[in-house]
């Protein structure tokens, strides 16, 4: 397994990430722990330390699952997950308001059984809610020791530039990392990443599509 650092940090990770959106049981697709653990243990054996989830994949049921297949890998590993959707009804059950991020990211640590988060990150932006209050938010986290770095998810160059300029303007953490929609199918951040120059982690997927055009040529 290779192992890079994410962004700009001095943290190591594989460089295959294994996504758990399908550990749960609140659809007819998803797996329960019985089958996802022999999934997570070849991760293992393979030299994978990089586990993404989210609160709210199969209502918080993914997050338990990791946080039971890894509890005894736990140094070992980086786990990530998200906060932004929906976690059920009422005004105050999604979004990036201070008030939905403190709340989840307690519940997250629960469901993980860990008393961090490697990487914490939005899961989409937030129409409504000024990105300096879920910048603040975020950052007291980190402050806190609940989270060791934050990043994003799903949203539009400009979006993820104003989110990392308002960051320095404040002075605090910024987002290390951004997780696209992107597969065989769907190329459309291939262009957005290649615009947005001012993180080190969307600079170096833009210079690994660039090296594999060149060996296709």
């Known amino acids: 397994m290779e192992y890079v650092r994410l962004g700009s940090t001095g943290l190591q990770v594989s460089r295959i990430c294994l996504g758990t959106m399908s550990f749960g049981n609140s659809e007819e697709w998803l797996i329960e722990i019985d089958k996802a653990r022999p999934i997570v243990k070849r991760a293992l054996d393979l030299g994978v330390n990089f586990f993404d989830t989210a609160n709210v994949y199969s209502k918080g ?3 338990e699952i990791v946080g039971e297949l890894l509890k005894d890998h ?3 590993v980086v786990v990530a997950t998200k906060v932004r959707l929906s976690t059920g009804e009422g005004p105050n059950r999604e979004g990036l308001s201070r008030y939905h991020i403190m709340d989840q990211a307690r519940k997250s640590l629960k469901r993980l059984r860990t008393d961090r988060i490697d990487l914490y990150q939005i899961h989409r932006w937030d129409y409504s809610t000024p990105i300096e209050e879920t910048l603040i938010a975020l950052n007291d986290l980190v402050s806190q020791r609940m989270v060791n770095y934050i990043g994003a998810s799903s949203m ?6 104003k989110a ?6 404040l002075n605090v953490a910024r987002f290390v990392s951004m997780q696209n929609h992107y597969n065989l ?7 957005i990443l290649q615009r947005d120059s001012s993180s080190p982690k969307t600079l170096t997927f833009s210079r690994e599509l660039k090296r594999l ?3 296709r040529e």
């Open 74 to 76: 736990r140094e070992d």
């Open 61 to 63: 049921r993914s997050e």
């Open 156 to 161: 539009f160059a400009w979006q993820f530039t």
């Open 164 to 169: 990392l300029y308002t960051s320095d303007l």
């Open 185 to 191: 199918c769907y190329r459309e951040p291939t262009s």
């Open 213 to 215: 055009r060149r060996r």
